[in-house]
C-alpha cells in the first residue's frame, strides 16, 4: 500500500507542478500500517457509517488559527484550492482511496509541524462542519488538537504525505431534534389561552 502511495502522490506532484511551500497529510483515520486507529462515533456512541456524515482535517501553525486544509486539483486549466470533506466508509473510519485522500496547507513552509484537528458533522444538520454548528442543534464535533510535521511535496524529491498519527476516537454532539411548526402552534395556542384567561380573570 505504501508503494502505491509513494506512485500516486508522486504522478500528482508532477501533474499539478507543486512549487509553492506546502505541509502535505494523509487524510485517513485508520491506517493500520502506520499505527493509526481512530474511529469517530455519534451521539449515542455508534460507529459513523454511511455518506451522511463528512469529515474534514484543519490545520495551523497556532491552536487558534486552524482552517481546512486543501485537496489542490486543476480544473479548466488552472489551480483551485477545494476543501476535501470525505464520508465515511463504516465502522467509524473514513472511506480511504490511496491517492485521493491526500490534503495540504498550501500556506506553510514546506513540510511544516501544524496543529491538527479532524472535525465530522451529520450532513442533513448543515453542508458544512460551519453550517452544522451554527445551527446549534448538535450533530457535529471535533478531535483532540495534536501536533504532527508534513510531508515535503515541494522539495526536489517529494516527500510522502504523513499520517495522521496522535490522532485520537471522539463523538459527535447529540443531535436535538428541531421542534415542528404544529408543536410550536400548539404551545402558542395553550399560552394564548393561559394570557386571555388572565387578563379576564383580572
Not at 43 to 63: F, I, M
Request: glycine share 12%.
Amino acid at each position: 500500500m505504501k508503494t502505491r502511495y509513494s506512485i500516486m502522490f508522486v504522478f500528482c506532484a508532477v501533474l499539478l507542478g507543486w512549487s509553492q511551500a506546502q505541509s502535505s497529510f494523509i487524510l485517513a483515520n485508520r491506517l493500520v500500517w502506520d499505527s493509526v486507529d481512530a474511529p469517530v462515533f455519534d451521539g449515542a456512541g455508534r460507529p459513523l457509517d454511511g455518506t451522511e456524515y463528512r469529515a474534514e482535517l484543519y490545520g495551523g501553525t497556532t491552536q487558534d488559527s486552524l482552517s481546512p486544509l486543501y485537496d489542490l486539483r486543476i480544473w479548466e486549466g488552472s489551480r483551485e484550492r477545494v476543501r476535501l470533506a470525505l464520508p465515511f466508509a463504516s465502522h467509524g473510519y473514513l472511506v480511504n482511496t490511496p491517492g485521493r485522500n491526500t490534503v495540504v496547507s498550501p500556506d506553510v513552509s514546506s513540510g511544516a509541524v501544524l496543529w491538527l484537528q479532524l472535525r465530522a458533522w451529520e450532513t442533513r444538520v448543515g453542508d458544512t462542519y460551519e453550517a452544522a454548528v451554527a445551527r446549534g442543534l448538535g450533530g457535529y464535533g471535533e478531535s483532540a488538537l495534536f501536533r504532527k510535521g508534513g510531508g515535503d511535496p515541494g522539495g526536489s524529491l517529494p516527500a510522502l504525505p504523513e499520517p495522521l498519527i496522535g490522532l485520537q476516537s471522539f463523538r459527535l454532539l447529540p443531535v436535538i431534534p428541531e421542534p415542528s411548526t404544529w408543536l410550536l402552534l400548539a404551545v402558542g395556542g395553550v399560552l394564548m389561552r393561559w394570557v386571555v384567561r388572565t387578563r379576564s380573570l383580572g
